[in-house]
């Protein structure tokens, strides 16, 4: 397994990061440990997860993750061996988060959440502490694209208020570094200027990346280069859709999108035929079709992790036999699909 640099932060972790959302429903404890032991024994030394996590949200079931995790540590030890990530809420109506408040990003809602995630996941301190998506009132995972329009409304918390309060979390050695995720460039930019001022740098940015969906490429992507912010790819292979398991409707019972209906993301004119030249192009290689979505996200020179996600031990082994690179055939016909189909699901 080999590393990349964590931003500027001295740290290098695994470019195959674990995604660990399904943990507490989907998966239960059992299999989220045997994932767990499976990935670090294969030179996996990063994991991914969130205070909203397990998916989909539920009052009765935020914090289960970061809970099975902090359990795996106390049971396996080594926490020193693995660069954690955890994730705080952003400006969200779900009430479950805050004893009812409206979750912000501000001060007093950071504070209040590191403490939390830091009791479940039975440690001192996270490695990367990031912000699950922006403040400010915004497009993101409705709508025909996610291309900006305004929505009125308060403006969000300030980028100082919420880089100040990291700033502290950072002095007492709760966190050692922050990222974002589901943000712009804009945002990105806004968050750097408060760094030149002396407020705390980002390191990374977690945003959803792969066949379906380059958009990263286009405003992101020399941010992530030149300012060494780089991407924490998520859904590297479309919540399943880039297997083809969805194509047409299909259904097949216990996966996600049977059981939680939540893949609109993916279900937009235009997918299933781009769906459909990724397979074909797989199939013309001798590629697995899973190892062709994952080798193109983590072959990719702005990427710093991918983060992959498994419901069960079976399907996380099959991602990480996945190659790390392509060859420039394979990448060239990508590029040929991606100019006719371009990005079907933002």
């Given amino acids: 397994m080999r590393t990349r640099p964590l931003g500027r932060t001295g740290l290098n972790v695994s470019e195959i990061c674990l995604g660990t959302m399904t943990y507490g429903q989907q998966t239960d404890r059992a299999d989220a440990f045997a994932q767990m032991d499976y990935a670090v024994a294969h030179g996996v030394n990063f994991f991914d997860t969130a205070e909203l996590y397990s998916i989909p949200p539920r009052a009765e079931t935020h914090g289960a993750t970061e809970t099975i995790i902090g359990e795996w540590f106390r049971a396996r ?8 990530a955890t994730k705080i809420v952003g400006r969200t109506a779900m009430p479950w988060f805050r004893d009812g408040e409206l979750a912000r990003l501000d001060r007093k809602n950071i504070f ?6 830091l009791k479940r996941l039975q440690t001192d301190y996270i490695d ?3 912000l699950h998506w922006p403040d400010r ?10 291309a900006y329009e305004d929505r009125g409304g308060p403006d969000g918390v300030t980028f100082e208020e919420t880089a100040g309060a990291l700033q502290e979390l950072v002095a007492q050695g709760k966190i050692r570094h922050f990222g974002l995720s589901n943000e712009t460039p804009w945002g990105l930019s806004q968050f750097l200027r408060v760094a030149e001022q002396g407020g705390p740098r980002p390191v990374s940015i977690q945003n959803a990346y792969h066949l379906l969906n380059r958009q990263f490429e286009i405003g992101l992507a020399e941010f992530a280069c030149r300012e060494q912010v780089g991407l924490l790819a998520y859904s590297p292979l479309a919540q399943g859709f880039l297997t083809g398991k969805y194509l047409h409707g299909a259904r097949p019972p ?5 059981l939680f209906d939540r893949g609109q993301r993916y279900e937009k004119p235009g997918v299933d035929a781009a769906i459909e ?5 797989a199939k013309a290689f001798g590629l697995h079709p899973v190892h062709l979505a994952i080798a193109f996200v983590t072959s990719r020179p702005f990427v710093t992790a991918n983060i992959i996600g498994a419901t069960n031990l079976e ?3 099959i991602i990480l036999d996945a190659p790390r690179d392509l060859p420039p055939e394979v990448l060239r016909d990508i590029d040929a699909i991606h100019q006719l189909r371009g990005n079907p699901s933002p």
């Fill in 112 to 117: 209040y959440a590191v403490e939390r995630s």
């Fill in 277 to 281: 030249d990724y397979l074909a192009l």
């Fill in 137 to 146: 009132p915004m497009v993101l995972f409705d709508g025909l694209s996610n």
């Fill in 128 to 130: 990367l502490y990031q």
């Fill in 315 to 317: 399907q996380l082994k």
């Fill in 77 to 84: 030890g080594g926490r020193e061996n693995i660069v954690l």
């Fill in 254 to 258: 216990g996966a996600r999108s049977t």
